[in-house]
T-cell receptor, first 113, second 118 residues
Framework: QKEVEQNSGPLSVPEGAIASLNCTYSDRGSQSFFWYRQYSGKSPELIMFIYSNGDKEDGRFTAQLNKASQYVSLLIRDSQPSDSATYLCAVNNRKTSYDKVIFGPGTSLSVIP | NAGVTQTPKFQVLKTGQSMTLQCAQDMNHNSMYWYRQDPGMGLRLIYYSASEGTTDKGEVPNGYNVSRLNKREFSLRLESAAPSQTSVYFC?????????????????FGPGTRLTVL
C-alpha cells in the first residue's frame, strides 16, 4: 500500500461546479496535511494545510480531515477554468527528526468553461 | 525575496556525463530537499538536509550525491548520468516562518530543472 494515495483523474467538472479531490494515507501517526496545486510546467505551490479533524475554509477552498478514516479532501467551490491543474496531497509525520513530507501522485483537474 | 532558486532550468546530457544542479533559498530555512518528478509517479524524495552540515537519503538516492554547502545552498550531483535520470528536478525548503498563513512544514519549491539524458 502506498503511503499517500489519490485518484489520478483526470477529473472534469463544469465551470461553477464543486470539484472534490480525495486523498487517503496509511500512517496513523501523520500529523500535518497539505494540498498543493501544480500548473503544467510549473512548480507546486501550497493551497492549504490542515492539522485538526474537521473542515478548514479559505475562500473557495475547503480542506476536510478525518483522521479516524485516514482521509483528507479538498473541495473547490465555484470552479473556474484557472483552477485546472494537478492537485497534490501531502502528509507529514513528525516522528522523524526532520520535516519529511510524503506526496501523493496527484489528481489532474480540468474545469470546462 | 527570491524564495528558492535553481540553476540551470534546462539541461541535456549524454550518458556518462556528470553535472551539478544548484539550489539556494533566502528564507533562512533549516530544511532543504531534492525531489524528482516523473509522469504518474508524483514527487519522489532523493535527498534531504535537516540542517546545515547534515544530509540523508530519501526514497530514490541511487546515482545521486548532495552537498549542503551552507544554510542557503543545497546542490545535487549526478556523477555518471543515465537515461533513467531523465526527469524534472525540484529543490524545496521548509522551516519556521513569519507568514501566518503557512506552517513550519510548508515546503517552498524552486522553478525546477528539466534534465534529459540521451
Amino acid at each position: 500500500q502506498k503511503e499517500v494515495e489519490q485518484n489520478s483523474g483526470p477529473l472534469s467538472v463544469p465551470e461553477g461546479a464543486i470539484a472534490s479531490l480525495n486523498c487517503t494515507y496509511s500512517d496513523r501517526g501523520s500529523q500535518s496535511f497539505f494540498w498543493y496545486r501544480q500548473y503544467s510546467g510549473k512548480s507546486p505551490e501550497l493551497i492549504m494545510f490542515i492539522y485538526s479533524n474537521g473542515d478548514k475554509e479559505d475562500g473557495r477552498f475547503t480542506a476536510q480531515l478525518n483522521k479516524a478514516s485516514q482521509y483528507v479532501s479538498l473541495l473547490i467551490r465555484d470552479s473556474q477554468p484557472s483552477d485546472s491543474a494537478t492537485y497534490l496531497c501531502a502528509v507529514n509525520n513528525r516522528k522523524t527528526s526532520y520535516d519529511k513530507v510524503i506526496f501523493g501522485p496527484g489528481t489532474s483537474l480540468s474545469v470546462i468553461p | 525575496n527570491a524564495g528558492v532558486t535553481q540553476t540551470p532550468k534546462f539541461q541535456v546530457l549524454k550518458t556518462g556525463q556528470s553535472m551539478t544542479l544548484q539550489c539556494a533559498q533566502d528564507m533562512n530555512h533549516n530544511s532543504m530537499y531534492w525531489y524528482r518528478q516523473d509522469p504518474g509517479m508524483g514527487l519522489r524524495l532523493i535527498y534531504y538536509s535537516a540542517s546545515e552540515g547534515t544530509t540523508d537519503k530519501g526514497e530514490v538516492p541511487n546515482g545521486y550525491n548532495v552537498s549542503r554547502l551552507n544554510k542557503r545552498e543545497f546542490s545535487l550531483r549526478l556523477e555518471s548520468a543515465a537515461p533513467s535520470q531523465t526527469s524534472v528536478y525540484f529543490c524545496a525548503s521548509s522551516g519556521r516562518t513569519s507568514v501566518m498563513s503557512a506552517s513550519r512544514d510548508t515546503q517552498y519549491f524552486g522553478p525546477g530543472t528539466r534534465l534529459t539524458v540521451l
